[in-house]
């Protein structure tokens, strides 16, 4: 049973997920000494007291790691920084912005009357 298990959506397509699974890969790899291959659309990775795979559709991702003893007390700062990486990498392009109709008139806000004094 996987020690860290993600599963995201994503827009990226296959191919450039693809490319965003090995520039993390790079990454994780130089911070903690991952090495990697591709099977297919799955990355598989590994170190001593690591392993794990990185399985990719076109719009979704499936990461599953398992820790060996001495890096499940590491657990929680690991699993932050794959998250991290997956933030940068996989983040979802941001919703097209909807501007209101071109004859649509944009009235200014009134400020609420006040009451009159003494009145």
Request: proline fraction near 5%.
């Amino acid at each position: 049973m996987a020690d860290i298990e993600i599963t995201r959506v994503h827009n990226l397509g296959l191919e450039a997920a693809r490319k965003a699974a090995d520039r993390m890969a790079e990454r994780l790899g130089q911070r903690f000494g991952l090495t990697g291959s591709w099977r297919g659309n799955v990355l598989h990775f590994e170190r001593p007291g690591v392993t794990g795979s990185l399985a990719l559709t076109d719009k979704d991702l499936d990461l599953k790691v398992t820790l060996g003893m001495l890096l499940r007390m590491m657990k929680g700062s690991l699993e932050a920084a794959v998250q991290e990486e997956l933030d940068k990498l996989f983040a979802k392009a941001p919703a097209a912005s909807r501007a209101p109709p071109k004859d649509a008139a944009v009235k200014p806000k009134k400020a609420a009357s006040r009451p009159k004094k003494g009145g």
